[in-house]
């Protein structure tokens, strides 16, 4: 088969049928555009992207529960500080662990043009090894300033500009925040609400607000429960194994020695970062990968089964339409194979335009709708009150293209061989007689 021959046999076919060639290519447009948005909306929030690039190897213990058999009351909640110093500080399972507390702040800015809304965390410094933000200006805050309770601030480019000009001006200097003042020490570069587990305008050592890590247990489980989520780096999946074996028996060991009745359950944390995207849930407990992943094939397959079906009709009616040509291609000694390679390298390349179409107008889709896509698969109490933004690394990530590429073939193989196949069988006599 020549290239250059088969291209010219392509332009001349679709010339002479322009609707059938601009279905073709819609239809496969349609299901790339929509099976495209699927693929970016979930890479970006499963894929390494800044500064989430650990995605792979972090865990989260995000809630808790304390239950009394006596009483049968219950109490739920994110994490507090007496657990997270007796069940995680300290295994020797983890690579290392920092703690998460979101919220919402005001800035007064020096020129008193206004409250400046901005997102907060409260954190460790090891917040700052297990996401990579990368500091443009000045160096997070340390350990000495975490256990002083020093108010030392990490904040990003976007306020370091709007109150200083740049990150330079901003390092060193004080500032407001909900009426309190705090020192920058450092200027990350800006995080994306997409990551949204990690996103944040000022980071503040957690300690500002408790004054101290060595809250403790005072006979009473519910003392476990608190405000913070727990992020956690394990080296890999059979480490991560290993501590959720040994947090399962410290808590064994805890609600057997407890008297009063209180029992801690922790729904088989740590959970994954992955499981905690397609599930949207905080806790592992019963989750199954499998189940989550099922809704997920079966709408995959409907984006590609359904076109594949529309297409193949079409080419089966355009393969009826050139039965002529093929009986006089046979009769002069062309094969089945020849034939069958010429008409699927066909329908290949208008596969691919269509492709492009289809992932061009994904990447509309995706910009101008972005707030809405890429918040579909958050939990609403979990989203960041900040537009989201698209990145070339989202974009015009490989594994994107390789997912186009492999779903354009797959199309093309669905919808172009069975009917090909089933109009090369037909005798030649009969191709020849089919415009008599």
């Known amino acids: 088969m020549q290239l250059k021959s088969s291209l010219k046999q392509l332009l001349v076919e679709s010339r002479a049928n322009p609707g059938f060639t601009s279905l073709y290519i819609g239809g496969v447009a349609f299901a790339v555009a929509f099976t495209m948005i699927f693929a970016i909306i979930y890479y970006v929030h499963l894929a390494p992207l800044y500064p989430e690039y650990n995605r792979s190897t972090t865990y989260y213990i995000s809630n808790l529960t304390v239950r009394n058999d006596k009483t049968n009351s219950m109490g739920q909640s994110s994490v507090g500080l007496p657990f997270i110093r007796e069940f995680v500080k300290n295994s020797e399972n983890i690579e290392y662990s920092t703690i998460v507390y979101q919220k919402q702040g005001f800035i007064q800015p020096p020129d008193q043009s206004g409250d400046i809304v901005v997102n907060i965390i409260d954190t460790n410094p090891d917040f700052f090894k297990l996401y990579s933000y990368e500091f443009v200006a000045g160096r997070p805050f340390n350990e000495?300033?975490?256990?002083?309770?020093?108010?030392?601030?990490?904040?990003?480019?976007?306020?370091?500009?709007?109150?200083?000009?740049?990150?330079?001006?901003?390092?060193?200097?004080?500032?407001?925040?909900?009426?309190?003042?705090?020192?920058?020490?450092?200027?990350?570069?800006?995080?994306?609400?997409?990551?949204?587990?990690?996103?944040?305008?000022?980071?503040?050592?957690?300690?500002?607000?408790?004054?101290?890590?060595?809250?403790?247990?005072?006979?009473?489980?519910?003392?476990?429960?608190?405000?913070?989520?727990?992020?956690?780096?394990?080296?890999?999946?059979?480490?991560?194994?290993?501590?959720?074996?040994?947090?399962?028996?410290?808590?064994?060991r805890a609600n057997a020695a407890d008297s009063t009745g209180q029992r801690l359950k922790i729904q088989s944390a740590p959970i994954s970062h992955t499981m905690r995207i397609l599930s949207q849930r905080t806790n592992g407990d019963d989750l199954s990968m499998t189940e989550?992943?099922?809704?997920?094939?079966?709408?995959?397959?409907?984006?590609?089964?359904?076109?594949?079906?529309?297409?193949?009709?079409?080419?089966?009616?355009?393969?009826?339409?050139?039965?002529?040509?093929?009986?006089?291609?046979?009769?002069?000694?062309?094969?089945?194979?020849?034939?069958?390679?010429?008409?699927?390298?066909?329908?290949?390349?208008?596969?691919?335009?269509?492709?492009?179409?289809?992932?061009?107008?994904?990447?509309?889709?995706?910009?101008?709708?972005?707030?809405?896509?890429?918040?579909?698969?958050?939990?609403t109490w979990e989203c960041i009150d900040a537009p989201a933004e698209i990145s070339a690394e989202m974009m015009f990530a490989p594994l994107i293209f390789i997912a186009a590429l492999l779903l354009c073939l797959l199309l093309n193989l669905l919808s172009a061989y069975i009917p090909v196949r089933l109009s090369l069988r037909r005798p030649i006599i009969s191709s020849l007689n089919s415009k008599r």
Request: glycine share 8%; charged share 20%; proline share 4%.
């Open 144 to 252: 000495a300033e975490t256990e002083s309770a020093i108010n030392s601030i990490v904040v990003d480019t976007s306020v370091a500009n709007r109150l200083f000009g740049s990150p330079e001006q901003a390092v060193g200097k004080e500032i407001s925040i909900t009426y309190k003042p705090y020192r920058i020490v450092g200027i990350v570069r800006d995080g994306n609400p997409v990551a949204y587990l990690s996103y944040a305008n000022v980071f503040c050592p957690y300690t500002i607000r408790t004054k101290s890590d060595n809250a403790s247990l005072k006979g009473d489980k519910r003392d476990y429960l608190g405000d913070y989520s727990v992020p956690i780096k394990f080296k890999d999946r059979r480490q991560a194994e290993r501590f959720r074996a040994e947090l399962t028996e410290k808590v064994r």
């Open 292 to 379: 989550y992943l099922k809704p997920l094939l079966i709408t995959l397959l409907v984006l590609l089964i359904i076109p594949a079906i529309n297409i193949s009709g079409m080419i089966g009616g355009q393969m009826d339409r050139r039965l002529a040509e093929i009986g006089v291609r046979r009769s002069f000694g062309a094969t089945r194979g020849h034939l069958t390679r010429q008409v699927m390298f066909e329908n290949l390349i208008l596969t691919l335009f269509g492709g492009l179409v289809g992932f061009i107008i994904a990447w509309l889709i995706i910009v101008f709708g972005r707030n809405m896509l890429l918040k579909l698969i958050i939990p």
